[in-house]
T-cell receptor
Framework: DAGVIQSPRHEVTEMGQEVTLRCKPI?????LFWYRQTMMRGLELLIY????????DSGMPEDRFSAKMPNASFSTLKIQPSEPRDSAVYFC????????????FGDGTRLSIL | AQSVTQLDSHVSVSEGTPVLLRCNYS??????LFWYVQHPNKGLQLLLK??????LVKGINGFEAEFKKSETSFHLTKPSAHMSDAAEYFC????????????FGTGTRLTIIP
């Protein structure tokens, strides 16, 4: 079975540019999560969706960050404009309907903002 | 509120010897507890989960964990370490009634000495 698919795996861009990260959750999962991982702060939940609706975006650091889930099989996380401090690994995860269902993670997007 | 504390940031063991990774949790409600493993440049993979059933939980790759409510602990063990076990391990707590937000520990890096 295909797991959570993220693209691109690596992104290097200059500050000020728009960055779009993509995620395809596991088919049938109804919850989707975006995380950021850094050495300093560890894993942070940015936002999560349930049935394509954003439920909690309190972890989104600034208005420069936005996330969408136009349908059950696709989500994007956008940073505009990007800054060097946004450099991190961004993970997408999905889970099934039961709140005790574990989250399944993608392999992440390693983002470097120069 | 919920939290997890991983008591060791780094653990080193010799190949073939037992592994013990320690985790204490705090939760106002009955928690669900998870252990995830992260190999370099990979996403997090679920090792095992506790959701108020048996207190001794068996996971993949020979790992197991015991939920001890009186000690608020959920330590991860393996009888015999293998070189492939070298990775970062995360203890994770979730409040088990509709709250899908996970709280991650800071991680324990496991090194296996040949």
């Amino acid at each position: 079975d295909a797991g959570v698919i993220q693209s691109p795996r690596h992104e290097v861009t200059e500050m000020g540019q728009e960055v779009t990260l993509r995620c395809k959750p596991i088919s049938g999962h109804n919850s989707l999560f975006w995380y950021r991982q850094t050495m300093m702060r560890g894993l942070e939940l940015l936002i999560y969706f349930n049935n394509n609706v954003p439920i909690d975006d309190s972890g989104m650091p600034e208005d420069r960050f936005s996330a969408k889930m136009p349908n059950a099989s696709f989500s994007t996380l956008k940073i505009q404009p990007s800054e060097p401090r946004d450099s991190a690994v961004y993970f997408c995860a999905s889970s099934g309907r039961n709140s005790n269902q574990p989250q399944h993670f993608g392999d992440g997007t390693r983002l470097s903002i120069l | 509120a919920q939290s997890v504390t991983q008591l060791d940031s780094h653990v080193s063991v010799s190949e073939g010897t037992p592994v013990l990774l320690r985790c204490n949790y705090s939760s106002s409600y009955s928690p669900s507890l998870f252990w995830y493993v992260q190999h370099p440049n990979k996403g997090l993979q679920l090792l095992l989960k506790y959701t108020s059933a048996a207190t001794l939980v068996k996971g993949i790759n020979g790992f197991e964990a015991e939920f001890k409510k009186s000690e608020t602990s959920f330590h991860l063990t393996k009888p015999s370490a293998h070189m492939s076990d070298a990775a970062e391990y995360f203890c994770v707590v979730s409040v088990s009634f509709g709250n899908e937000k996970l709280t991650f520990g800071t991680g324990t890096r496991l090194t296996i000495i040949p």
